[in-house]
Every structure is written in C-alpha cells, then in structure tokens.
C-alpha cells in the first residue's frame, strides 16, 4: 500500500481557501465567540478593571495573536489564571499602570520567544503547575463568592476566605443578598448539571452561554433588582500608558509584576499548547513562536491599557470541538467580539454580575485537583507535598512567590531522590552465635545505624561497599556508618559501585582514610579500593 506524501505547506495554507473549511471555521469562531464573551467580562470585572478591557483584550487575542503562527487551534483572550494576578497589580498600583506592565510584560515574551526560551517552559513539574492552578482556584472561588452574594471581596485570598462565615451570616439577614445569591446559585446549578444533560443539548449551546443567558433572561423578565455590568463604548476605555506611566517601570515593585505576569502568561499559554494538541491530530505547535505570538499580543493589550492575555483552555477546547481546522476560526472569534462590542455595548449592561461570578467560581473550581490528589498522595507522596505546598503559599502570598516556593521544592524533591546511597558493611569474622565467613548464611551484612565495636569483634578487616550517588545529602548518614567502625580492624573501603561521587563527600572520605592511615582515593570517581590498616 502506497503511503500518502505529507501535506506541504503551500498546500496547508491553501485551506484557509477551500469552503468546506471556512463553513467550518465559520461555525467554529461563533462558537467561541459565544463562550468568551461572558468570560471576557466576567474575568475583567473580577480583576477590578472595566469590563470593555476584558473585550479589548479578547478582540487583540484573536485579531492580532491568531494570525501569528504558533499553534494553529488555541484560542488567547483573557485568563482566569491571571485575575488574581491582575487584581494585586490594580490594587498595589492602579487601573493607569496596568498598561505598563502588560506591555513590558509583552515584551519580555517576545523577546523569551525570540532566544528560543519557549521549550523551556516544559521543563516545570506537573505538580508546581497544578499546585499553582489549585491555589488560582481557590482564590478565585474565594473572591468571587462575594459577589456572586452581592457583597463586595476584601481583594485578598486569606482575607477572603476568612470572611466567608460573615459573608454567609450577612446574606441570611439580607434579602437583597438572598435575591442575588438566588441569581449567583441558580446559574451555579445550571453549570454544575450542563454536563449532564443529552449530548445534543450540551453540545449545542456551550454551558458558560446557556448559564448567562438563563440567569440574564430571569431577571429581565421577573424584573429582579440585582447589580448588573456596567458597560462604556470601548474607545472611552482604551487609555494608552503616557510617559509618566513608563517612568514607573524603574520601580522594583512594577517590574517584578511585569516578569510575574511574563513568566505565568508564558507558562500558561505553553501548558494550554500541549494540552490542545492532544485534542487534535492537526499540525503541532512551535512552542517558541507561540510565545513570540503571545508576547506580540500582551504588547498591543499594554499599549490599548487592557487586560493581559494568555491561550485559555475553555475556548480552545471548545474551538477544536466545534469542528475548526485552520486558524481563521480564532480570528473570526475576534471580529465578532468587535463587532459586538461596537454595536451593541448595551446588550452587556443587562448581565447580572451574579451570574458572571457564578461562572468564574464553576471555572475555579475545577482548577482545584480534589479527584486526582488522593490517588497521588498514595502513590506519588513527594509530588502531593509540592501540589500542596505551592497551592498554600499562592492562597497565602501570591502567584509569584508561589510558583517560586513549588519550584524549589521540586528541586529538592528530586536532588533528594536521585542521591540514593547504599553503604553496605561486610564482616567476615565470626559473629555472636559461631557462623562467620564460612557459616550457612555467609557473611553479615550490617546496617550502619546497627554497626558497633561489640558486633563486629576484633581482627579480620572489615569490608565497606558504597554504591549509588553520593552526594553532601547523604554525607551524615556516610560518616555515621564510617565513624561506627571499629577503630583497631583494618577496613577496606570500596567505591566501584558509585555513580556519581560529588566534591563534598569525596572530601569527607580522604579525611576520613587519611585519619586512619590509609592511602586516600586516587584515580576516577568510582572506581577505587581503598584499604585502610588498623
């Protein structure tokens, strides 16, 4: 059977042309448009920044991020990742310094892109970047149940979470509270049941939609007093940062959220790359031209004062599902967005901010690993502790510090795990109980924790083989079994069996052998004999 040749790639571009895939496409980007729409808003509003930003960024993600090459099907808007992020730089430095750092932010990616950094951002452990997604979860849940309540958050995850006995004592005594907490859990449920609904109805509608829609439609109808979006024409919300505004990047404090937004936006996108491509058979991305296509993106966001942007999975997803196969869907998901926005900015204005925050808690939610942690804690201990610990310290200090915090120890985890050492002790003259050398079990193997000068007796030398790494973690568990020795036997200290034999434990065995007389070690790592007189 003949194979067929790969497709090349005037012909892959070709089929941007071919009806059958812009009908597809076509359908693909109203389908998208459809699930970011809600989330653009409802993502700004969360960051505590308008909502025409969370448009402005969606229509930059598809107009401008979607025609770079990259990866070919995810779509880029604005992250649910990033509004806790978001919400700390407006609060510490104002709504006016938020273009700033997404433009050096932006920068920073292009240029990370450009030096072939991309690929690099793969090399981070599984469980730092769940860690991190469980704490954004969390937080996120935590904030948004204030106003999915109808009550203002304190901006703070530890804050937040230690509110919630009030918040729950304040909406039992409110019933405007109770209205909007009605609005907030109806559209809760209806994003919690979606999936389970027949496959044609679930696959029809996206949830996020059919939840805002229902929720939005409810109250219009039954004239329920809830807070709603407050939406202005989006030139009116464009502020481009000034030369003032530039000033502040020589401020530590700006220019470390600029490389916090550079580096989680970065990671994130290229997580939601490896991800998407699994969902498609299609072409896979080019990691380090997708972070130069981000970077290009959250530059033209700063330069417009909006929201960063990052590859999201929620609209990806639902982009590969809907059927496109070309990059021409995100970017018609983009147009509509504008269009829209353009057209009709008071459709917005009859949204309950309820039903948005319903949907951000639902999408936090199920950032926080509770079905996978269990059967990780009882086969990967190690990693469940770097999962944990990361998420605790993103909830207690921020994503930055976090992220930071989960690496470390996934380095020490794994420096930890690869020092195995074994330190084997041999002694052939005859134990307690008569057998010795040539007794019917052979010769001793001693622990070093039970080694002592009574076990091992007096007269044959003592044989101690070390095999594995050694390295300066194990060096005290090392000499313990070396200063356990007998100190009037001769030893023989044997090192073929080390792999690896770094400076600080090679040190300590010199030291060691030249206390006692021997010949120190010579020659290549792991490869000596060293017999040391009595």
């Known amino acids: 059977m003949t194979r067929r040749p790969a497709l090349r790639p005037a012909l892959l571009r070709s089929a941007f042309l071919r009806p059958a895939v812009l009908r597809r496409d076509l ?88 030096l072939r950094l991309g690929r690099w951002f793969r090399a981070v452990s599984v469980s730092v970047v769940h860690g991190m997604l469980a704490g954004i979860g969390l937080v996120l849940v935590a904030g948004q149940l204030y106003p999915m309540l109808g009550a203002q958050g304190h901006g703070n995850g530890p804050a937040d979470l230690a509110g919630l006995p009030a918040l729950a004592a304040a909406t039992a005594g409110s019933p405007q509270a109770l209205t909007t907490a009605a609005v907030g859990g109806g559209t809760l ?151 829209f926005a353009a057209l009709l900015p008071g459709a917005l204005g009859v949204i309950p901010l309820a039903a948005l925050a319903a949907v951000l808690v639902h999408a936090g939610a199920k950032l926080v690993p509770v079905s996978t942690l269990p059967p990780l804690w009882r086969a990967h201990r190690g990693e469940a502790v770097v999962l944990l610990a990361t998420a605790v310290a993103v909830v207690a200090a921020n994503l930055l510090e976090g992220v930071l915090l989960g690496l470390l120890l996934a380095v020490l985890k ?7 050492l074994q330190v084997e002790v041999v002694d052939p003259a005859p134990a307690a109980d008569g057998r010795g050398e040539g007794g019917a079990d052979g010769p001793d193997v001693l622990a070093p924790d039970v080694l002592g000068t009574d076990v091992l007796g007096t007269g044959a030398p003592v044989l101690v083989r070390l095999s594995g790494n050694a390295t300066f973690l194990r060096l005290p568990r090392l000499l313990a079994a070396l200063e356990a020795l007998p100190q009037d036997r001769p030893a023989t200290l044997d090192t073929s069996g080390l792999r690896h034999l770094d400076h600080a434990c090679r040190t300590a065995l010199e030291d060691w052998t030249a206390r006692h007389g021997g010949q120190g070690l010579h020659g290549g790592e792991g490869a000596e004999q060293v017999r040391v007189p009595a």
């Open 189 to 339: 449920l209806l994003l919690l049941v979606w999936p389970r609904l027949p496959y044609r109805v679930r696959t029809a509608v996206p949830g996020p939609l059919a939840a805002v829609a229902a929720a939005t439609a409810v109250t219009v109808l039954a004239g329920v007093d809830t807070p709603r979006v407050e939406v202005r024409g989006l030139l009116e919300a464009v502020r481009p940062p000034g030369l003032s505004d530039l000033a502040g990047l020589a401020e530590a404090g700006l220019l470390g959220t600029a490389v916090a937004f550079a580096l989680v936006a970065s990671a994130e996108s290229l997580f939601c790359a490896a991800a998407v491509d699994r969902l498609h058979d299609g072409p896979r991305t080019h990691y380090d031209r997708e972070l130069v296509a981000q970077g290009v993106g959250n530059t033209v966001c700063g330069l417009l004062g909006a929201l960063p942007m990052t590859a999201v999975i929620v609209r990806s997803a639902a982009n590969v599902q809907a059927g496109a196969r070309t990059r021409a869907s995100r970017v018609l998901h983009g147009c509509w967005l504008l269009l």
């Open 414 to 420: 794994s420096a930890w795990e690869i020092s195995h």
């Open 27 to 114: 359908a693909a980007s109203l389908v998208v448009f459809l699930v970011a729409l809600p989330l653009c808003v409802g993502i700004a509003v969360a960051s505590g920044a308008p909502a025409e930003l969370g448009l402005v960024t969606g229509i930059v993600g598809g107009l401008v991020a979607g025609v770079l090459p990259g990866s070919s099907l995810q779509v880029s808007g604005p992250a649910a990742g990033l509004t806790v992020l978001v919400h700390q730089a407006v609060t510490d430095h104002g709504l006016p310094a938020l273009g700033v750092v997404v433009l050096a932010a932006g920068l920073l990616q292009t240029a990370m892109g450009a």
